[in-house]
């Protein structure tokens, strides 16, 4: 097909701090689609934790799972079709996401911000 795995070795993804890159590498343009499934087998909303940004004939998926566990992050794709209609896609990868630290639990608590006051003068406007 053209296209291989740039920043990982295996099907074992593993997050630190709730976030990782998947580099593809293409030489061809691809079609592709995600689909991801929590410890349980539920279908999650792919646009909340997988993003794609296509760079340099490059697929990068930007991965954030949204709190500490296991997923499964299917791949589809195929050479992007001269015509239009309804392709089906076949399954080109599949990964294990181990999350050891979601988002929220990585980020230090936020202190709350010093009050600053000022004293301001203010003038009455002449009539």
Do not use: C
Not at 34 to 61: C, H, L, N, P, Y
């Amino acid at each position: 097909m053209g296209a291989s795995l740039y920043n990982q070795e295996g099907p074992v993804i593993v997050t630190w701090g709730g976030f990782k890159q998947l580099v593809l590498e293409t030489k061809v343009d691809l079609l592709t689609m995600v689909q991801v499934f929590d410890a349980d087998g539920f279908e999650i909303e792919s646009k909340t934790m997988v993003k794609r940004k296509d760079v340099d004939g490059d697929i990068i998926f930007f991965i954030h799972p949204p709190r500490i566990g296991f997923y499964k992050l299917l791949v589809y794709g195929i050479p992007r079709p001269s015509e239009k209609g309804k392709w089906r896609l076949p399954l080109i990868a599949s990964f294990l996401i181990e999350s050891k630290l979601s988002r929220s639990d990585g980020e230090p608590p936020k202190e709350p911000e010093a009050d600053t006051k000022k004293k301001i003068r203010l003038k009455p406007r002449a009539r």
